[in-house]
């Protein structure tokens, strides 16, 4: 056993014996107000029902990765050499183990997901028997169902597995998915918009690294970037779509591919991960509508104040959880002023991030005006060439994969039961207000 994967099963060890406490002890005792029939149709907004290791998400702070956050972990993960962004690898590590990780630490996992990066023939056959017009994420989830075949968890099961391995075997099958995501995806983006001219992996780069040298990009201001956006993308507790799905398919023993799979197809909605192309979409439309060129505010104003008429939302604003300017955003912004600050598309995002707030606050019924993590990452992305948005979801998937595949292994090591949460009628609802 690996000497991360023994410390991984210590910890696991060791909290699994205070949550027994807690059940034993305060199990009975109220974590919340009690749900209301409000919070039933409305998404359970509020309601405090699951577990989650790897990340704790505040209201007006944002996310923090075990007690780290965003400003935190670029300034404290190891980085690329010469880099300034965070390693990828360094907050999985710090998922999984709670701790921060040395170099040697990120070194390990680098290489080990290196090593582990081989994507089966049949996996590109499954994508290649999709239409080229199929959405990259479809293109994504079916190429993760096809890599199925190489779950060891599956198999053991299978074969009987006695339940205390469950962690080991989820554990192995995480980090190969891990270890083989950028390629697939690279592969998925070269054949969609590059006339299928395929890039072999470096075995010097890291995983992120790596991953913008299949993509096509070499330029060290997108690896950095890679490795930003990787980070930050990576989990944002456990309540969002999903790492929620993850989490709930993980629950009936489901392997770590079929349980990504499903949580990416979370990922493909709009309010979700989506947005990250729908925003980019949003801000070109806008652009091409007004001529070309930076739009003036009272412009910007008018474009919100359509799109809203005609009954969509404006994409990148708004949370369900966060009620503050997302600091994933923030980070973005502060790598924009580092690399890119006479971009014309990003001085674009930051006129939005001006004026669409108070138009969102002024609608009275938006509960968080301020931009999300979508909101700016198309801008950045695009400035380096890669142009193509259709494919942004793909990149939050891979980047997903970290902070729910870590998460899948505490639910095994913490013998998570499977999820199940009581449903009524509206039937019901009608007589339970009546006191009937
Ligand atoms: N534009 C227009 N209207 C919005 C809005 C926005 N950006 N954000 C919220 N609203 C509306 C809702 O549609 C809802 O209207 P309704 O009562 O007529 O149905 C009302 O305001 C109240 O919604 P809320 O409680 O503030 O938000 P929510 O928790 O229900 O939904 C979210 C959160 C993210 C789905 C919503 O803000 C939204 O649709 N934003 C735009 C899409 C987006 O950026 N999604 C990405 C989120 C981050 C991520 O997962 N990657």
């Known amino acids: 056993m690996s000497y991360i994967k023994e410390k991984f099963k210590a910890k696991a060890d060791e909290l699994n014996t205070e949550v027994k406490d807690l059940l034993k002890n305060h199990g009975t005792k109220k974590i919340d107000e009690g749900v209301t029939l409000a919070q039933a149709y409305q998404g359970m907004r509020g309601v405090t029902g699951l577990v989650t290791e790897t990340s704790l998400l505040d209201a007006n702070e944002g996310i923090r990765f075990r007690g780290y956050s965003i400003p935190e972990l670029r300034e404290q993960l190891p980085k690329a050499v010469n880099g300034a962004e965070p390693l990828p690898e360094g907050l999985f590590y710090l998922m999984l183990i709670g701790e921060l990780p040395t170099e040697a630490d990120v070194q390990n ?96 780069l890291d995983w992120a690294g790596n991953f913008a040298h299949m993509l096509g990009y070499e330029d060290e201001g997108f690896k950095e970037l890679m490795r930003l956006y990787m980070v930050i993308h990576a ?119 001006e004026t669409v707030p108070p138009i969102l606050q002024d609608l009275g019924k938006v509960k968080n005006p301020w931009p999300n993590v979508d909101a700016h990452s198309g801008a950045l992305l695009l400035h380096y060439g890669l142009v193509e948005y259709e494919f942004y979801t793909v990149l939050f998937g891979v980047s997903r994969a970290l902070g729910v595949l870590a998460s899948l292994c505490w639910d095994r090591a913490l013998g998570l039961s499977l999820e199940r949460p009581k449903s009524v009628t509206s039937e019901w609802m009608k007589l339970f207000v009546e006191g009937k």
């Open 109 to 204: 996992i680098s290489s080990v997901l290196g090593r582990r990066s081989h994507v089966p023939n049949h996996v590109f056959d499954a994508i290649e028997a999709l239409p080229i017009s199929a959405h990259p994420m479809t293109m994504f989830t079916v190429a993760v169902m096809a890599l199925q075949t190489e779950s060891l968890f599956a198999k053991a099961y299978a074969d009987g597995m006695n339940k205390k391995d469950y962690w080991s075997y989820m554990y192995e099958d995480s980090l190969n998915l891990i270890a083989r995501l950028p390629r697939v995806a690279a592969y998925i983006y070269r054949r969609k918009y590059k006339n299928g001219e395929h890039i072999q992996p470096d075995g010097m």
């Open 235 to 353: 989990d944002h507790e456990g309540g969002n779509v999903s790492a929620h799905t993850t989490h709930l398919v993980g629950s009936a023993l489901s392997d770590a591919y079929l349980s990504f799979a499903a949580g990416m197809n979370g990922l493909a909605g709009p309010l979700h991960g989506l947005a990250n192309q729908e925003v980019i979409k949003w801000i070109l439309s806008m652009r091409e509508e007004l001529g070309g060129g930076v739009p003036t505010k009272d412009q910007i104003a008018a474009y919100v104040k359509k799109t809203l008429s005609e009954g969509k939302v404006v994409p990148g604003y708004g949370h369900a959880v966060l009620r503050k300017t997302d600091p994933r955003f923030t980070a973005q912004m502060e790598f924009a002023k580092n690399h890119i600050p006479d971009d014309e598309l990003v001085k674009i995002v930051w006129s939005v991030y």
